[in-house]
């Protein structure tokens, strides 16, 4: 099953990096419905893949397997790649590398199977195969494209021409649905291709740093039979991330019988950082591919043991005033302004070993020089590693060190010793109840299990597997799923309050990004550690931007690169060696709704940022882009598709330097706003999830009370980010920790109660 990829790296050994991560093989493909294409239809994609993706050579001539351009131009890319190969690179690597298609790369289909079999929603999938069958004959090619010779025929040129022209179309859902086959077709090469890593000497494993000492857990293990399995605990916990995790903790720790179930599995530091192209599978949610319904926002969450603790960034920023007063005084919840409130956040911290003794990458260290020069404030944002420095840009991997202190490092293992127990590949159908004069009062939860395959891991086919109904009875029932799960579980469940998975709060990000002199190895270094937070309070309202780094993992950024042309790209990528990016992280106030898909039930994200929020997060790219001018970035581009880079001129022998006045620079900035942030022109992103399950003061407000407890129900809490009255403007780990800190501990002292007086306490 785990098989050693050491020996295939000289790279990584070269550099002393680690040479013993274990490779995590992937499940089967579920394919709901059957097979998702046919032959035919593969072969078109195949062939819009490599025309987003060609291979480059020069020539007059047309051909169905390489974009051909004039000679002049092959020469000027050739040698503008040639300059960013790194030098431990194999000879004529930047050959091979404009040669290469994205079809050469061995797991780029297996991955795109995947993908459309197992992530892209139903309804979408049916207009994918529509638009390919179309394109596969000769009518449909000649409304499409224009030419009558079906598209995966026509030389790669005409392909690559057609792609051009649908990106820059007048028809937005033409526009819309090639943005969205080009994303796809970069970042299935990116983690796919074989010359890409080896032209800019990007190891695969982190070179700082060692394999650390994982925690050895236990996991019930549940025989086969036809029958349901039945276990009796006194709390059983869904989800293991972090709020899930102190709650575990807390509870076990007060001598209370603990389950925690987790839908994914565990896999220890010896497999982490995983690769990009598994990691997405086994580390974050729907593969990593969570469009919001509209497809102006991707929403990334993790789906891992520590949920998404296990892919953060490390950042542990406590909620600011005006965010807990907002809480307190408009919402009704005076705990956020308490010193209890206070107390859980220190405590939570002190558990992670939180720090702000930190080393900067050149990254983050321009957000501090930076803001210096141009009189913004800045700080570092302090990080869970132990108190470790922890030089790492590869955690939204899986950390291989230890060093992060997320759940599976620290929580979790705290909860195993004192007694806690945990089912991994196990998800939960519904949760159970018993009416208790008039009112729903939870019994525990039904769920399905799926073994490990004989081998300990989980490539093995399912109907070799051992597959278990189980039932778990419990006087407390704990939702953890996340705000994408946690109100889909209780709409499963029966619950009817119209509040539930309404007020979704997101923190969608803008990403600028720029292009220095010399390599800067982005992915090196702490991911996160240094904010401007000037802009935080823009509207006077507690809403606006944070100015952060962006975590530099290739096939995270390099996919968000408006495609001009597949040699424009190829160009640009090979330059990522020289790249840094950043956020605009804005503090939303507008809301969206969680909802299950009617088809298959999986998450739905009905969000499109506002036009309050798109306003916000412009100032943000705006001041970035200042940021990045200032500290002297050569390049300078958005993720605008109609905004141009911004190319730094030198400044004449004996003339001023004009700094950010610079007449041509503020011509590019008066562009960015005039063209202003439009969907799909501009995708933004998000990495947190916050309020589908709101805590609130009264019932009809929320779905939990200042308790953590389901309003209109007994025994059944929800302890995670979902909770949040609104958005917290910060990375909400800690702020998760915090609030499930507080709540946890007064639901064990309830069971501690009743179980000294034999008298079930009040609700």
């Given at each position: 099953?785990f098989?050693?990829?050491?020996?295939?790296?000289?790279?990584?050994?070269?550099l002393?990096g680690?040479?013993?991560?274990?490779?995590?093989?992937?499940?089967?493909?579920?394919k709901?419905?059957?097979?998702?294409?046919?032959?035919?239809?593969?072969?078109?994609l195949?062939?819009?893949?490599?025309?987003?993706?060609?291979?480059?050579?020069?020539?007059?001539?047309?051909?169905?397997?390489?974009l051909t351009?004039?000679q002049?131009?092959?020469?000027?890319?050739?040698?503008?790649?040639?300059?960013?190969?790194?030098?431990r690179?194999?000879?004529?690597?930047?050959k091979?590398y404009?040669?290469?298609r994205?079809?050469?790369?061995p797991m780029?289909?297996?991955?795109?199977?995947?993908?459309?079999a197992?992530?892209?929603?139903?309804?979408?999938?049916?207009?994918?195969?529509?638009?390919?069958?179309?394109?596969?004959?000769?009518?449909?090619?000649?409304?499409?494209?224009?030419?009558?010779t079906?598209?995966?025929?026509q030389?790669?040129?005409?392909?690559?021409?057609?792609?051009?022209?649908?990106m820059?179309?007048?028809?937005?859902?033409?526009?819309?649905?090639?943005?969205?086959?080009?994303?796809?077709?970069?970042?299935?090469?990116?983690?796919?291709s074989?010359?890409?890593?080896?032209?800019?000497?990007?190891p695969?494993?982190?070179?700082?740093?060692?394999?650390g000492?994982?925690?050895?857990?236990e996991?019930i293990?549940?025989?086969?039979?036809?029958?349901?399995e039945?276990?009796?605990?006194?709390?059983?916990?869904?989800?293991?991330?972090c709020?899930?995790?102190?709650?575990?903790?807390?509870?076990?720790?007060?001598?209370?019988?603990?389950?925690?179930?987790?839908k994914?599995?565990?896999?220890?530091?010896?497999?982490?950082?995983?690769?990009?192209?598994?990691?997405?599978?086994?580390?974050?949610?729907?593969?990593?591919?969570n469009?919001t319904?509209?497809?102006s926002?991707?929403?990334?969450?993790?789906?891992?043991?520590g949920?998404?603790g296990t892919?953060?960034?490390?950042?542990?920023?406590?909620?600011?005033?005006?965010?807990?007063?907002?809480?307190?005084?408009?919402?009704?919840?005076?705990?956020?302004?308490?010193?209890?409130?206070?107390?859980?956040l220190d405590?939570?911290?002190?558990?992670?070993?939180?720090?702000?003794d930190?080393?900067h990458?050149?990254?983050?260290?321009?957000?501090l020089?930076?803001?210096?020069?141009?009189?913004?404030?800045?700080k570092?944002?302090?990080?869970?590693?132990?108190?470790t420095?922890?030089?790492?840009g590869?955690?939204?991997?899986?950390?291989?060190?230890?060093?992060?202190?997320?759940?599976?490092?620290?929580?979790?293992?705290?909860?195993?010793k004192a007694?806690?127990?945990?089912?991994?590949?196990?998800s939960?159908?519904r949760?159970?109840?018993?009416?208790v004069?008039?009112?729903?009062k939870?019994?525990?939860?039904?769920?399905?299990?799926l073994?490990?395959?004989r081998?300990g891991?989980?490539?093995?086919?399912?109907?070799?597997?051992?597959?278990?109904?189980?039932i778990?009875?419990?006087?407390?029932?704990?939702?953890?799923?996340?705000?994408?799960?946690?109100?889909l579980l209780?709409?499963?469940?029966?619950?009817?309050?119209?509040?539930i998975?309404?007020?979704?709060?997101?923190?969608?990000?803008?990403?600028?990004?720029?292009?220095?002199?010399?390599?800067?190895?982005?992915?090196?270094?702490?991911?996160?550690?240094?904010?401007?937070?000037?802009l935080?309070?823009?509207?006077?309202?507690?809403?606006?931007p944070?100015l952060?780094?962006?975590?530099?993992?290739?096939?995270?950024?390099?996919?968000i690169?408006p495609?001009?042309?597949?040699?424009?790209?190829?160009?640009?990528?090979?330059?990522?060696?020289?790249?840094?990016?950043y956020?605009?992280?804005v503090?939303?106030?507008?809301t969206?709704?969680?909802y299950?898909?009617?088809?298959?039930?999986?998450?739905?994200i009905?969000?499109?940022?506002?036009?309050h929020?798109?306003?916000?997060?412009l100032?943000?790219?705006i001041?970035?882009c200042?940021?990045?001018?200032?500290?002297?970035?050569?390049?300078?581009?958005?993720?605008h598709?109609?905004?141009?880079d911004f190319?730094?001129?030198?400044?004449p022998?004996?003339?001023?330097?004009?700094?950010?006045?610079?007449?041509?620079?503020q011509e590019?900035?008066?562009?960015i706003?005039?063209?202003?942030?439009?969907?799909?022109?501009?995708?933004?992103g998000?990495?947190?999830?916050?309020?589908?399950?709101?805590?609130?003061?009264?019932?009809?407000?929320?779905?939990?009370?200042?308790?953590?407890?389901?309003?209109?129900?007994?025994?059944l809490?929800?302890?995670?980010?979902?909770v949040?009255?609104?958005a917290?403007?910060?990375?909400?780990?800690?702020?998760?920790?915090?609030?499930?800190?507080?709540?946890?501990?007064?639901?064990?002292?309830?069971l501690t109660?009743?179980?000294?007086?034999?008298?079930?306490?009040?609700?």
């Open positions: 099953m098989a050693t990829m050491a020996s295939s790296n000289a790279l990584i050994s070269e002393g680690r040479t013993d991560i274990l490779d995590a093989h992937l499940p089967p493909v579920e709901f419905d059957g097979e998702p294409l046919t032959e035919s239809q593969w072969t078109t195949m062939s819009i893949v490599d025309a987003f993706i060609p291979a480059i050579q020069a020539g007059d001539h047309l051909s169905k397997t390489h351009i004039p002049a131009e092959y020469d000027a890319t050739y040698s503008a790649i040639s300059r960013m190969v790194d030098p690179a194999p000879e004529g690597i930047a091979t404009l040669e290469e994205a079809s050469d790369a780029l289909r297996p991955l795109m199977h995947r993908l459309v197992d992530y892209v929603r139903k309804a979408e999938r049916d207009q994918m195969s529509l638009i390919l069958t179309t394109l596969g004959t000769r009518a449909g090619s000649l409304l499409l494209t224009g030419s009558a079906p598209f995966h025929e030389p790669v040129n005409y392909r690559h021409q057609t792609l051009v022209s649908w820059n179309s007048y028809i937005p859902p033409l526009r819309a649905g090639a943005k969205l086959l080009g994303a796809l077709s970069k970042s299935l090469w990116i983690k796919t074989p010359a890409f890593p080896k032209l800019i000497g990007f695969r494993i982190p070179i700082h740093g060692n394999v000492q994982g925690y050895n857990f996991f293990q549940i025989p086969p039979g036809t029958k349901p039945e276990i009796e605990t006194d709390v059983v916990i869904v989800g293991s991330g709020g899930a995790a102190v709650a575990a903790k807390n509870i076990a720790e007060a001598g209370h019988r603990v389950l925690v179930l987790e994914m599995y565990h896999f220890g530091p010896e497999h982490l950082p995983m690769s990009e192209a598994t990691g997405g599978v086994h580390l974050f949610e729907n593969g990593g591919i469009f319904d509209d497809g926002l991707l929403v990334l969450t993790g789906a891992a043991w949920g998404g892919i953060n960034w490390s950042a542990s920023l406590q909620p600011q005033e005006f965010v807990r007063r907002e809480w307190s005084e408009k919402d009704g919840l005076p705990f956020f302004t308490s010193g209890d409130f206070q107390n859980s405590r939570v911290c002190e558990r992670m070993g939180v720090t702000s930190l080393d990458n050149k990254t983050n260290q321009i957000l020089d930076g803001a210096k020069k141009l009189g913004y404030s800045a570092v944002v302090p990080q869970n590693n132990g108190g420095k922890h030089y790492c590869y955690c939204t991997f899986g950390c291989g060190s230890c060093e992060k202190q997320g759940p599976a490092v620290s929580w979790l293992p705290d909860a195993h007694g806690a127990k945990f089912i991994e590949g196990i939960v159908d949760v159970l109840f018993e009416t004069k008039g009112k729903k939870a019994t525990g939860v039904v769920a399905s299990w073994s490990r395959d081998n891991g989980v490539s093995g086919p399912v109907n070799e597997r051992t597959t278990r109904k189980v778990i009875r419990a006087k407390r029932v704990i939702v953890s799923g996340g705000s994408l799960q946690s109100p209780l709409l499963r469940s029966g619950l009817k309050n119209p509040q998975g309404r007020n979704l709060h997101l923190h969608p990000v803008l990403i600028p990004g720029c292009i220095w002199d010399k390599a800067n190895r982005p992915w090196e270094g702490g991911i996160l550690t240094t904010v401007v937070n000037s935080e309070n823009l509207d006077g309202a507690g809403h606006g944070k952060e780094a962006l975590t530099m993992m290739p096939s995270v950024f390099l996919p690169i495609w001009l042309s597949g040699t424009d790209f190829k160009k640009m990528s090979a330059e990522f060696g020289h790249t840094s990016a956020i605009s992280l503090r939303d106030r507008d969206g709704r969680i299950p898909d009617p088809h298959d039930g999986k998450v739905r009905d969000y499109t940022p506002s036009a929020t798109r306003q916000l997060a100032e943000g790219l001041s970035l200042k940021l990045m001018y200032i500290e002297g970035a050569r390049r300078i581009f958005t993720n598709q109609y905004v141009p190319i730094r001129e030198d400044i022998e004996g003339a001023a330097d004009p700094g950010i006045n610079d007449t041509k620079f590019w900035l008066a562009l706003r005039k063209k202003g942030v439009t969907t799909p022109d501009t995708t933004f998000s990495a947190h999830q916050m309020g589908s399950c709101r805590m609130s003061s009264k019932p009809k407000a929320g779905v939990v009370d200042p308790k953590g407890r389901v309003w209109g129900t007994r025994g809490y929800v302890m995670d980010a979902s949040f009255p609104s917290s403007g910060v990375n909400p780990m800690v702020t998760n920790m915090a609030i499930t800190d507080h709540t946890s501990r007064i639901l064990a002292k309830e109660d009743e179980l000294s007086t034999g008298v079930r306490a009040k609700l």
